[in-house]
């Protein structure tokens, strides 16, 4: 399964959006409020038909997703849509007030006609250290987390995959890869992310860490890794990310880059939302120098002319074919700080 494009009507930022994705990563950047993670968040509902929406989105009442939503006297109706036309699937959901006729907030995707997959949303909230007792707390809404952090603990409930199976072996060098990073080294045979009595430790070299002597960003990583060892991801699934870049330092940013392009390479489709100079620009010139492994690669731009304007979508092939580009500009913004400093 592939969601070839994303119409967005009437939902929170966007009043008209549409996105023409790639099979490969796609890359949305754009300052804070312009939508990303709701766009995410939006395909992650409709891919497996979610009337979840209120626990996707954290929110008591649903009437806020729609554009200038009033709360008096309303009820809010969903409308499932799914048509079969030529080799497309077409799914589709819609909000609309049965008292104000006309107002209609409208998510719909168009996704390549194959195997139904679930797809995975890493979030930016880490999760491999809130694991423990993470059910009964959400369940009895003693943790303000939504449904994307209870969904991506069920994925890490799974047990590990033997090493025979299928989906281990399809992704086996990018599990590898990961170990290496992660650890240091190339001869660790142990995994690094194991879970015991539903609690996470990791192996560096002959040492058992507790998860929570483990830094921020080798957990992050450590979660990508026990989803493909467990057979949560492997080929033709879907994985939206919000911000791989928090909490890693540079250099594991640039590995990252690498990592999500072996990922694609094995057939899964990739969702990032950005505010990175160093992973954006990595991606972008993995598409401008493609190696012997081309990945196919999109960026889009979620940007607003004012505060009050409704968010517009411009796409590109690479960073360069983008005009909006708030990452660029600040960066830019800082270099000219910098001369002006230098040169009083």
């Known amino acids: 399964m592939k969601i070839k494009d994303l119409s967005i009507t009437n939902f929170t930022a966007f009043e008209q959006a549409k996105f023409n994705f790639c099979d490969g990563i796609n890359v949305l950047i754009g300052a804070n409020g312009t939508g990303k993670t709701h766009a995410m968040k939006a ?5 497996p038909t979610s009337s979840d929406w209120n626990k996707i989105f954290n929110i008591k009442n649903i009437n806020n997703l729609i554009i200038n939503h009033n709360d008096e006297n309303e009820n809010i109706a969903f409308c499932k849509d799914i048509d079969i036309t030529q080799e497309l ?8 007030k049965t008292s104000l006729e006309g107002i209609k907030a409208e998510i719909k995707l168009s996704i390549s006609k194959s195997e139904e997959v679930s797809p995975i949303y890493l979030p930016t909230i880490e ?7 993470f059910f009964a707390t959400y369940e009895r809404r003693e943790i303000p987390y939504d449904r994307i952090c209870y969904d991506l603990a069920l994925a890490l409930n799974a047990a590990v995959l033997r090493k025979t199976h299928a989906d281990y072996q399809s992704v086996e ?6 170990q290496q990073i992660i650890t240091g080294s190339e001869n660790q045979e142990k995994d690094v992310v194991v879970k015991e009595s539903e609690h996470f430790y990791f192996n560096f070299n002959g040492n058992k860490l507790d998860v929570n002597l483990v830094a921020d960003g080798y957990r ?3 979660t990508l890794f026990y ?5 949560s991801l492997t080929t033709n699934s879907i994985l939206f990310w919000d911000e791989p870049e928090a909490n890693l330092n540079p250099k594991l940013i640039v590995k990252v880059a690498k990592v999500l392009q072996a990922l694609t390479a094995t057939g899964m489709q990739i969702f ?17 120098y493609p190696d012997e492994n081309p990945i196919a690669l999109k960026f889009f731009s979620l940007y607003k002319h004012n505060e009050q304007s409704s968010v517009i979508v411009e796409e590109g092939q690479t960073l360069a074919d983008i005009a909006h580009n708030p990452i660029l500009e600040e960066f830019a913004a800082h270099y000219d700080r910098e001369v002006e400093l230098f040169s009083n």
């Not at 990032?272 to 401008?288: G, K, N, R, W």
């Open 272 to 288: 990032i939302a950005t505010h990175d100079y160093l992973l954006s620009h990595e991606l972008s010139l993995l598409a401008e």
């Open 220 to 222: 992050k990583l450590g």
């Open 173 to 178: 060098p990018i599990i590898n890869n990961l």
């Open 89 to 96: 699937i077409y799914k589709g959901i819609s909000f609309h």
């Open 127 to 133: 999760m491999l250290s809130i694991y423990d007792h």
């Open 227 to 231: 989803l493909l060892r467990n057979g």
């Open 43 to 47: 395909m992650y509902a409709v891919v």
